[in-house]
T-cell receptor, first 115, second 114 residues
Framework: ETGVTQTPRHLVMGMTNKKSLKCEQH?????MYWYKQSAKKPLELMFVYSLEERVENNSVPSRFSPECPNSSHLFLHLHTLQPEDSALYLC??????????????FGNGTRLTVT | AQTVTQSQPEMSVQEAETVTLSCTYDTSENNYYLFWYKQPPSRQMILVIRQEAYKQQNATENRFSVNFQKAAKSFSLKISDSQLGDTAMYFC???????????FGEGTQLTVNP
């Protein structure tokens, strides 16, 4: 059983809809991440939150809006998406200690289809 | 900047045999870590093995081992005694210790045949 839970597992939305992806981690980690996984492409890091502060935003279009209300929860709010935004969206968490690197723990992802 | 290249989009192996997945990388950091993640059909990315670049000894985790060639910037994964449950997409990744984020390759789809 994963320590990182993502809902919903699948989502189909029209280009004019507004929806949100949810991620919850039960591992006591202090950093959370959103990744986009498209077919035949490397995982793309979208956002990083450390101690609930956004520390990285990799030139993601404004139609994606993240929210991290506390260290255990992360949301990705979606609005006016495009068909090319269809992908698997993965949430991950880690414990950042300031030394070395830390292993990411991933959720099962949300498969998003934009029609 | 960091890059990771996995030149084998797909591979297959017979159950109980050994298979090696290739990975080359590039990074400007002096110290870094290398990872292999596995993504089965359940979609959850799971860490298989990791290697610290300053350690010369190759990492091993049960049936999984790596061949780390630092000068060649090569980090291959060997799976011994392959099992049906090893069928998954395997991703190689690198992360520097000075702030460079985890960078993934495009993945290799491994199929273990009975």
């Amino acid at each position: 059983e994963t320590g990182v839970t993502q809902t919903p597992r699948h989502l189909v939305m029209g280009m004019t809809n507004k929806k949100s992806l949810k991620c919850e981690q039960h591992l006591g980690h202090n950093a959370m991440y959103w990744y986009k996984q498209s077919a035949k492409k490397p995982l793309e890091l979208m956002f990083v939150y450390s101690l609930e502060e956004r520390v990285e935003n990799n030139s993601v279009p404004s139609r994606f809006s993240p929210e991290c209300p506390n260290s255990s929860h992360l949301f990705l709010h979606l609005h006016t998406l495009q068909p090319e935004d269809s992908a698997l969206y993965l949430c991950a968490s880690s414990h950042q200690s300031g030394t070395g690197v830390n292993t990411l723990h991933f959720g099962n992802g949300t498969r998003l289809t934009v029609t | 900047a960091q890059t990771v290249t996995q030149s084998q989009p797909e591979m297959s192996v017979q159950e109980a045999e050994t298979v090696t997945l290739s990975c080359t990388y590039d990074t400007s950091e002096n110290n870094y870590y290398l990872f292999w993640y596995k993504q089965p059909p359940s979609r959850q990315m799971i860490l298989v093995i990791r290697q610290e670049a300053y350690k010369q000894q190759n990492a091993t985790e049960n049936r999984f081992s790596v061949n780390f060639q630092k000068a060649a910037k090569s980090f291959s994964l060997k799976i011994s005694d392959s099992q049906l449950g090893d069928t998954a997409m395997y991703f190689c990744a690198v992360e520097g210790t000075s702030g460079s984020r985890l960078t993934f390759g495009e993945g290799t789809q491994l199929t273990v045949n009975p």
